[in-house]
Structures are given as structure tokens and as C-alpha cells.
């Protein structure tokens, strides 16, 4: 499986940006997928994931109420809609997925089988 994000960039703080997420190859089954970050000299972290149904989702804390996981199946893409931007959402996000599931969500790392190449967001207090 070959994941691309895009939809990076620089925003003021208080802005939104949209992340997409498109997989290809080994799509034709179910899998879930997540959203991670890295801000500069820290570890990855868990942002959101979200089951092929779509009906579960799960967030980290600091950004529960003004981040949104989704996904369009046909499209083989997961999106993540990000508002209320602050300078600490600066980082570098990956999507990722592992296949199978339907009504599961996962938040660590392990729990993933696919990476993409990750696409950078930097918010300006």
C-alpha cells in the first residue's frame, strides 16, 4: 500500500488547513487509518484515527474539538480537517493504515503496517 498526503503548509494561528490522505495498491479490502505528527525534536505522536466504516474515530486531547478525521472510501482517501491552528499543531503529519477492520480505530504506532511520506505544517503565532 502507498500512502501520499498533501495539503501541508504555512498558516497564522487561528487558521484551518485540510490534510488528504490518498491510498493505492492493496486497497480493494477494509483498513483503518490514522493520522501522526512529529514536531521538531519530538517524538511521533497520535493525532487521529478512523475505522473503514468511518462511524468510529478517535482524537488526542490536544487537539479533540478542533480537529476532524474523515474518509471517502471510493476515493480511497482519509482527509483531516484541522481548525483553531495553534503554534504547537506545528510538525511534520504521516498518515498511515492497516488493513483489515471495519468498526476499529487504533492511536499507536505498532498498530500501523503503512506509512506515507509525511507532509509539513507549520503554524506562525
Known amino acids: 500500500v502507498q500512502l501520499q498526503a498533501s495539503g501541508g503548509g504555512l498558516v497564522q494561528a487561528g487558521g484551518s488547513l485540510r490534510l488528504s490522505c490518498a491510498a493505492s495498491?492493496?486497497?480493494?479490502?477494509?483498513?483503518?487509518m490514522g493520522w501522526f505528527r512529529q514536531a521538531p525534536g519530538k517524538e511521533r505522536e497520535f493525532v487521529a484515527g478512523i475505522s473503514w466504516s468511518g462511524a468510529g474515530t478517535h482524537y488526542a486531547d490536544s487537539v479533540k474539538g478542533r480537529f476532524t478525521i474523515s474518509r471517502d472510501n471510493a476515493k480511497n482517501t482519509v482527509y483531516l480537517q484541522m481548525n483553531s491552528l495553534k503554534a504547537e499543531d506545528t510538525g511534520v503529519y504521516y498518515c498511515t493504515t492497516r488493513l483489515g477492520g471495519y468498526s476499529t480505530w487504533y492511536a499507536r504506532e505498532y498498530d500501523y503496517d503503512y506509512w506515507g511520506q509525511g507532509t509539513l505544517v507549520t503554524v506562525s503565532s
Open positions: 495498491g492493496r486497497t480493494s479490502g477494509t483498513y483503518v
